[in-house]
C-alpha cells in the first residue's frame, strides 16, 4: 500500500501564504500523476491543481487560478502546492492524491492514493 506524506498547511490570515508538500516515497514502479482536492464542511470536494508528471503540465480549478501554483519536486513523485493570496473560501481539508495514469484528474474514477488530509484555515 503507498503512503501519501502531506506537510504544511495551517492557519493564516486572508492575504497571506502557505505551502502544502506532498510525498510517496514507498512507490517505485513509475512517476505519479499527483494533485490536491479540498473539502469544505458542507460542500462538494473540489480538485484544486494537478500536474501530469509524464509532460509536467498542470491544471488548476478556476477559483484558485493565479493564486496557486503546483510543482514537481527534485525528489521523485514529490509535489508542492504554493498557495499564495489566500482567501476565507480557502478555508478546507486538503487532500494529496496520486495516480499512475490520469483518468481521475479528467473526472473519471477515483484516484488510487489519497492521503490523510491537511487542514488550511484563513481567517479574515
Known amino acids: 500500500q503507498v503512503q501519501l506524506m502531506e506537510s504544511g498547511g495551517g492557519s493564516v490570515q486572508a492575504g497571506g501564504s502557505l505551502r502544502l508538500s506532498c510525498a510517496a516515497p514507498?512507490?517505485?514502479?513509475?512517476?505519479?500523476?499527483m494533485g490536491w482536492f479540498r473539502q469544505a464542511p458542507g460542500k462538494e470536494r473540489e480538485l484544486v491543481a494537478h500536474i501530469f508528471t509524464f509532460d509536467y503540465s498542470t491544471s488548476y480549478a478556476d477559483s484558485v487560478k493565479g493564486r496557486f501554483t503546483i510543482s514537481q519536486a527534485k525528489a521523485r513523485n514529490t509535489v508542492h502546492l504554493q498557495m499564495n493570496s489566500l482567501k476565507p473560501e480557502d478555508t478546507a481539508m486538503y487532500y494529496c492524491v496520486a495516480d499512475p495514469g490520469t483518468f481521475c484528474f479528467r473526472g473519471m474514477g477515483t484516484c488510487a492514493y489519497w492521503g490523510q488530509g491537511t487542514q488550511v484555515t484563513v481567517s479574515s
Open positions: 514507498g512507490y517505485t514502479s513509475s512517476s505519479l500523476s
